[in-house]
């Protein structure tokens, strides 16, 4: 019902910016929550941001809040991440998720999200 295709990632400088990009194939008709999610070798995944269907609403991680930015185009069915001042702790997989839910909480858990892309590859040099 719904694939995710993350694009974007690769190598940049500390303090330097990078925008990924989540293509969306959603059914007609349903609405999700989509975020991102990153994890770093050895640890868990976590949270970073997410938006809403209509792109209202916004929730961001305490670490990147300030610095990155969810946005969305529906029209293009695709889910941005801009990420600037990129710090080395920054360095992660970053993943593309869906919920199907209409209420967007701050509360936002992996294991809440129904569809998952394969992920990007973020790199930040010291």
């Known amino acids: 019902q719904v694939q995710l295709v993350e694009s974007g990632g690769g190598l940049v400088q500390a303090g330097g910016s990078l925008r990924l990009s989540c293509a969306a194939s959603i059914a007609s008709g349903r609405t999700y929550i989509v975020g991102w999610f990153r994890q770093a070798p050895g640890k868990e995944r976590e949270f970073v941001a997410a938006?809403?269907?209509?792109?209202?609403?916004?929730v961001y991680a305490d670490s990147v809040k300030g610095r990155f930015t969810i946005s969305k185009d529906n029209a293009k069915n695709t889910v941005y991440l801009q990420m600037n001042s990129l710090k080395p702790e920054d360095k992660a997989v970053y993943y593309c998720a869906a919920d199907r839910r209409s209420t967007l909480v701050a509360d936002q858990r992996k294991e809440e999200y129904d569809y998952w892309g394969q992920g990007t590859q973020v790199t930040v040099a010291s």
């Open positions: 938006i809403n269907n209509r792109g209202s609403s916004t």
